[in-house]
Nanobody, 116 residues
Framework: QVQFVESGGGLVQPGGSLRLSCAAS????????MSWYRQAPGKERELVAT????????DYADSVKGRFTISRDNARNTVYLQMNRLKSEDTAVYYC?????????WGQGTQVTVSS
């Protein structure tokens, strides 16, 4: 059974930092590309960052380039999203995602709120 446990969200002031974690189980984590998405109120879910199975390749949405860093620890079956210099427009529910067996599997989401 594929499962994700996300953590690390919360309330932070503009300019602050947060680190999200997504612990995965139920599939061969080290062979799968992993992604972080986010969905703000009233908006569609959008891709934030992607990391290849080995961690050797990453990609980011233009809106977060230079501020966010995606990484993974295949020994711990965990993917991370380090978010620095946060802005109010980063406020959203953040989800990790993997494409497995031809389908998309999502975490439960963790809320990130950037506000003074």
């Amino acid at each position: 059974q594929v499962q994700f446990v996300e953590s690390g969200g919360g309330l932070v002031q503009p300019g602050g930092s947060l680190r999200l974690s997504c612990a995965a189980s139920g599939f061969s984590f080290s062979t799968r590309t992993m992604s972080w998405y986010r969905q703000a109120p009233g908006k569609e879910r959008e891709l934030v960052a992607t990391i290849s199975s080995t961690g050797g390749s990453t990609d980011y949405a233009d809106s977060v380039k230079g501020r966010f860093t995606i990484s993974r620890d295949n020994a711990r079956n965990t993917v991370y999203l380090q978010m620095n210099r946060l802005k109010s427009e980063d406020t959203a529910v953040y989800y990790c995602k993997a494409r497995i067996y031809g389908g998309n599997y999502w975490g439960q989401g963790t809320q990130v709120t950037v506000s003074s």
